[in-house]
């Protein structure tokens, strides 16, 4: 049976207190989609008694809600997704943070899904520095999506996958099995993932670049500026910050500079 109006609403409500997940008209089919799984899951099929109860425990960190906040995520992403973010990282931050003497950059990839954008960076990465990235660079992913974690550590994807890959690249930093390919040793020393809420306190150290790309869209204001506070205060002075193009967030103005290439845009913690 199809939820009525009004019961959507109130699981939209529901959801939105409880994760500062936005959901505006045209993301009605998906909630609705995604929450008969969920019903499913859960053996109910009556929308008004299932809403009650998701009413009644929102707030306590109960396994209905976690596994409806779970099925809401969307995992999409790809190997070099935003290529200008590459460019810059090779053209602007990794020379101008070696220069300024860093000896090891950390970088950050907020909502890294399965892996993708932070096996793209140390690509990047080792194509700049060859066989001194791994010493030079550190990356770490984090997601809130345990199965999404899983696979970005299993490092193993299919031919669709790969089609943004660079065929030199494909070549270089994948070991081809079956139809699959793995991320090749050298590539994953460089990279590590963790699951961590974006949406909590950040105690992970200061990072040298954040990419946070196609994750904040999917929040309501304030939780977007709550986000992005908590990753500007983790940059270290000099450290850049990169956003997805339909981000939706304000960016950075105090204490920050936009540095504008043909490339992209990147915003820079101004140096001490
Ligand atoms: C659309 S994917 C983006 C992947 C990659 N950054 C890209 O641009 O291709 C969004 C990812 O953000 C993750 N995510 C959503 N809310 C999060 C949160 N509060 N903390 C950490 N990750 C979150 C989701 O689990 C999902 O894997």
Request: charged fraction near 20%; include cysteine.
């Amino acid at each position: 049976m199809a939820p009525t109006s009004a019961e959507l609403q109130r699981l939209a409500t529901v959801i939105t207190r409880r994760t500062g997940m936005a959901f505006p008209s045209s993301r009605m089919p998906f909630l609705t989609a995604r929450a008969r799984a969920v019903m499913a899951w859960a053996g109910a099929d009556n929308w008004d008694s299932w809403l009650s109860e998701l009413e009644a425990s929102a707030g306590n960190d109960d396994r209905l809600c976690e596994a409806l906040e779970e099925a809401l995520q969307v995992h999409e992403t790809c190997f070099f997704r935003y290529p200008g973010h590459h460019a810059l990282l090779s053209d602007v931050v990794l020379p101008d943070s070696l220069a300024a003497g860093a000896t090891r950059l950390r970088i950050l990839s907020v909502g890294c899904s399965t892996g993708q954008e932070a096996y793209s960076l140390a690509m990047t990465a080792r194509e700049n520095l060859g066989g001194d990235a791994p010493r030079q660079v550190e990356i770490l992913g984090v997601d809130v999506g345990r199965a999404a974690l899983a696979a970005a550590r299993r490092g193993i994807y299919g031919p669709l996958s790969v089609a943004t890959v660079p065929p030199l690249y494909l070549e270089r930093y994948f070991e081809p099995d079956g139809a699959a390919f793995t991320a090749r040793p050298e590539l994953r020393a460089m990279v590590r993932f963790l699951r961590h809420d974006i949406r909590r306190e950040l105690y992970l150290g200061k990072f040298d670049a954040i990419f946070c790309c196609n994750v904040c869209l999917y929040f309501m204001r304030p939780t977007k500026d709550q986000i992005l506070a908590r990753l500007t205060a983790a940059l270290r002075r000099g450290g850049y910050l990169f956003l997805g193009h339909a981000e939706g967030v304000t960016p950075p103005v105090d204490n920050f500079r936009t540095i504008h290439r043909p490339s992209g845009v990147v915003f820079q913690r101004i140096p001490a």
